[in-house]
């Protein structure tokens, strides 16, 4: 599948999905990790439970993703390689449920991995994460969560691993680069 034809199906399911405000998503997402924080006190903990949750979303967009395309009359063609994968999850995949595209860089040379470049998060509008010392600061030397080491859009890691596990892919996914950390891509 070419690269702009991947972009066209993705957005042509993105303009078939119902929508939901940009702010509001971004808002409710922050009132899980909010809350995420409070009940775990622990930022490893926090991560893994964004993964977690992440994983459970993953799994049923499979679902939701080959139907949507089936009923659109959109064909997805099978995937060959890990490189294909990859152009589906971040060309039609993210387009299609978040209206964003990502894009696909650094394959591995065995074909093993690549990385996925998301230039714009809906998730993290809103959102400033504290340096560790202001994290210490805002702890109080109370041995709280240390909010320097959140990660906050770990739910994507989570949702790809997912998703890719229904299609019988065991994969390993984590976040390299995080905008909120002050690089220039996710």
């Not at 070419?2 to 066209?8: D, G, L, T, V």
């Not at 702890?139 to 596990?165: H, T």
Request: glycine share 8%.
């Amino acid at each position: 599948m070419s690269k702009s034809s991947a972009s066209a199906s993705g957005h042509a399911l993105w303009s078939k999905m119902p929508k939901a405000n940009a702010e509001l998503f971004a808002l409710t997402y922050g009132s899980l990790v909010t809350e995420l924080i409070r009940d775990y006190d622990n930022a490893d903990e926090v991560n893994s439970q964004l993964d977690r949750i992440g994983h459970s979303i993953g799994v049923r967009c499979v679902d939701e993703f080959l139907s949507k395309a089936e009923v659109s009359g959109i064909n997805i063609p099978p995937c060959q390689t890990m490189k294909d994968t990859a152009d589906v999850v971040a060309r039609i995949g993210f387009r299609m449920f978040l209206g964003v595209s990502a894009e696909v860089a650094n394959h591995a040379p065995d074909g093993s991995a690549f990385s996925l470049f998301l230039y714009d998060n809906p998730l993290s509008i809103f959102v400033e994460l504290p340096t560790a010392e202001e994290a210490a600061a805002i702890n109080g030397g109370s041995g709280g969560c240390d909010l320097s080491k959140i990660k906050y859009s770990n739910v994507y890691c989570g949702v790809i691993r997912g998703a890719l596990e229904q299609v019988n892919l065991k994969v390993t996914c984590r976040f390299v680069k995080d905008a909120l950390r002050g690089d220039e891509v996710n």
